[in-house]
Every structure is written in C-alpha cells, then in structure tokens.
C-alpha cells in the first residue's frame, strides 16, 4: 500500500481569506458536494476542497489500495502545496469533512494535531459499520462498477423529501457517483473496513463540531454524538430532516457551524430575511396548515402579534445555530408543563414529533418534568401526549 496522489479545486474566496479545506463523502466529487456551502462561506474563507482517488478531478490509479492512514497522509501533502502557494508552508487551516472526508479529518486530528485550528465534521463516525460489509461492498463495484449502487444511494444518502425540493442538487450527487472509478470507490471502502479509532478519541484535542442528520443511516446519531463526546473539545449538532449528505442538503446550517467554529461572529438577519427564515420555520416545525390557519384568522388587533413571533421567536431563536431542533423541542416541552400552558403542549408535542423525537423521547422528557416542576403538572401532561400521539403515530 501507498499514500495515494489527492487532486483537489477551489471553490470559493481569494488566497487572502484563511484556509478551509473541505473533504468529501464516499462515491461523490467536492464540487457536487460542497459548491452550495463554499458559495455561501466565499466572502470569509479560501475554500478548498478534495477529492478520493478516481472521484471527480481525482484520476489517480488505486488498485493498489491504501489505509485510512495514508489517504490522510495524501490529503497532507496536497494542501501542504496549497499552504506553499499562499506563502503559509506548514500553516494551519480548518477543516470540514462529511463521511470519509470526516474520518480523514478524524485521522489528522490524531496524526497532526497542530495543522487544524478548528474542525466540522459531518455525517461522520469513529467506526463505520464492519469491515465484512465494506469488503463486500468494494468486490461488488470492482466486479459490477458504481452504477449499481445509484439506486440504493438514492434512498440512503437524503433526508426526507430531499429529492422532490431539490432534484438538480441530488441529481448531480448521484452522476458523480456513477462516474466514480470503480476501482478508487472499492479501494475506499476497503480503508474504511480497518477504520476503528474510538479507543483513540481523547487523544484529538482539536475543537470539534460533529453534526448528525437525523436521518442518517450510515452514520447515526447515537455514533456522530460518540464522536462529539469522545474528543477532548467536541460539540454535537443534530440537523432536522437530513440525511448523510449535511452539506448539500443543509448549506446553510453546514455554513453556519463553519463560521462558528472559526470563530468568525455570525452576521445578524436584516429583518425581512429573518421574517422569511422565521416563516419557513414555523411552517416546517408546527405544519403549513397550522401557520395558514393562524394567519388566516389574524385581525387588527392579533397580526402585529403573529409578526411578532414568526420574527422573534422563530427567525430569532428557532433559526440559532446552537441548538439543534429537537433540543429547542425538548426545552419547549419542559417550558409547557412547568407553566401549565396546555393547548400551546398538545401544539408542540406534535411539533417535536415533526423535529425527530421519539415517543418514547418524550416520555423521558415528561418523567424528567415531574420531578423537577411537580407530579400534578406532569400527569395533566401525559394524559395530553396521550391523545396527541394516538392521533399523530
């Protein structure tokens, strides 16, 4: 084995900017990736981004095969070229990452530990999956190419309705991954089936955001929260209604947690784009119908209040990078039985089936409730999420 040759693009600011290397996910290109975020993070960073051997601009051969180590030691050597053509050799940068461009991050934490000042690692664990499966996997796309895993991919890779709103951004996803190299996707999924680095977490003390799609089957959120916990200086996001894809399907958030972790201060919404991020919220977490419903029967007296809290309580707190929805949701609930605010529970105990949390989720919120804000409270609020949630399951 060797350490492969990483070809790489730019994709957004000037050389000035500080750097931000963006590694991509298994069977797609960086461009089809990461082009949606990186246009939103160009005016901050001199966004890079990488592809895996035989991906994209990468045509590097790879029968050869090569560890997780050393595609890692790759991913080094090309944005050592980089940091030399900025005047900046040995410099750091910041690193972003969705699945196996996490693990890559993952493993330069550990290795050199100096190079990356802050990390965002998406859709990404410390394991993925077992080693039979991946070996599995990579004989299948050596054998039959990657046109056989479009379909499958399809349905893995997004969050719900994912495809219906955005059918050009999935689309050029899965072309990528039907131009992929059946050699180079098979050699990656062969690294990652040696891929294990949860006994050496605490090691990486690099600042880390991890976000997890709720809906992500190939690295869920129980193993995405193992990272976030297991590193020294982790921090764990969960992205409502996405699944193994963060950057495509959810640029902003991706470009928001980048900034972040930066360090760079997030810019204020002007009012009428906080009025719009508040809107799509509201009608997101609580239902169209609910939201048309209250604007339709708003009056004189009752529309400046409706203003008032798609604003500020939607497109003011909802839309805050520093909590995931279903935390909000949690913290609502808790809110709800302290004050007695019944018909505003039923409300949001449909709501927080809507931002992914369970029933049994709920009931652990409750329980936690009784003890903390009185057992009558809690007991008018189970017999509430009872009836919510024999109509909604």
């Known amino acids: 084995m060797?350490?492969?040759?990483?070809?790489?693009?730019?994709?957004?600011?000037?050389?000035?900017?500080?750097?931000?290397?963006?590694?991509?996910?298994?069977?797609?290109?960086?461009?089809?990736?990461?082009?949606?975020?990186?246009?939103?993070?160009?005016a901050e960073f001199h966004v890079v981004a990488w592809d895996l051997p035989g991906h994209g601009y990468n045509n590097a051969a790879s029968e050869g095969g090569f560890t997780l180590g050393e595609l890692a030691d790759g991913v080094l050597a090309f944005i050592e070229g980089v940091l030399t053509e900025r005047g900046e050799p040995a410099g750091s940068f910041v690193y972003a990452g969705d699945s196996v461009g996490g693990a890559v991050g993952q493993q330069l934490m550990l290795d050199h530990p100096e190079r990356i000042r802050a990390a965002v690692?998406?859709?990404?664990?410390?394991?993925?999956?077992?080693?039979?499966?991946?070996?599995?996997?990579?004989?299948?796309?050596?054998?039959?190419?990657?046109?056989?895993?479009?379909?499958?991919?399809?349905?893995?890779?997004?969050?719900?309705?994912?495809?219906?709103?955005?059918?050009?951004?999935?689309?050029?996803?899965?072309?990528?991954?039907?131009?992929?190299?059946?050699?180079?996707?098979?050699?990656?999924?062969?690294?990652?089936?040696?891929?294990?680095?949860?006994?050496?977490?605490?090691?990486?003390?690099?600042?880390?955001?991890?976000?997890?799609?709720?809906?992500?089957?190939?690295?869920?959120?129980?193993?995405v929260a193992a990272l976030a916990h297991g590193v020294a200086d982790g921090r764990l996001v969960v992205l409502d209604r996405v699944g193994h894809q963060a950057p495509v399907e959810a640029s902003e958030e991706m470009a928001r947690a980048i900034r972040h972790a930066a360090g760079i201060p997030v810019s204020p919404k002007t009012l009428a784009g906080r009025m719009d991020a508040?809107?799509?919220v509201r009608r997101d977490v609580l239902g169209a119908a609910h939201v048309d419903r209250a604007n339709a029967a708003a009056t004189d007296l009752t529309r400046?209040?409706?203003?008032?809290?798609?604003?500020?309580?939607?497109?003011?707190?909802?839309?805050?990078?520093?909590?995931?929805?279903?935390?909000?949701?949690?913290?609502?609930?808790?809110?709800?039985?302290?004050?007695?605010?019944?018909?505003?529970?039923?409300?949001?105990?449909?709501?927080?089936?809507?931002?992914?949390?369970?029933?049994?989720?709920i009931k652990e919120v409750l329980l936690q409730s009784a003890i903390y804000c009185g057992v009558p409270d809690a007991n008018t609020a189970f017999r509430i999420a009872q009836e919510v949630l024999e109509q909604t399951d």
């Open 121 to 223: 690692l998406a859709c990404s664990v410390p394991r993925f999956a077992d080693a039979a499966m991946w070996h599995e996997r990579a004989e299948k796309v050596r054998t039959s190419g990657t046109p056989v895993m479009v379909e499958g991919s399809a349905r893995r890779w997004f969050g719900p309705g994912f495809l219906d709103r955005q059918p050009d951004l999935a689309a050029a996803l899965l072309h990528s991954l039907q131009e992929t190299d059946r050699f180079g996707y098979a050699a990656v999924c062969d690294a990652l089936a040696d891929f294990d680095i949860r006994s050496e977490l605490h090691r990486i003390t690099t600042p880390m955001t991890a976000i997890a799609g709720a809906y992500d089957e190939a690295a869920p959120v129980a193993g």
């Open 278 to 280: 508040g809107m799509a």
């Open 304 to 361: 400046d209040f409706q203003s008032f809290i798609t604003d500020y309580g939607w497109g003011g707190i909802w839309t805050r990078p520093g909590l995931a929805r279903r935390d909000r949701s949690i913290a609502v609930l808790t809110a709800l039985v302290a004050r007695g605010h019944h018909e505003e529970l039923a409300m949001h105990l449909r709501a927080a089936r809507t931002n992914g949390l369970t029933v049994d989720e």
């Open 2 to 42: 060797t350490v492969p040759s990483i070809a790489g693009v730019q994709l957004g600011g000037s050389a000035d900017l500080p750097l931000l290397l963006c590694g991509p996910s298994l069977g797609t290109s960086a461009t089809a990736l990461w082009s949606t975020t990186a246009d939103l993070l160009s």
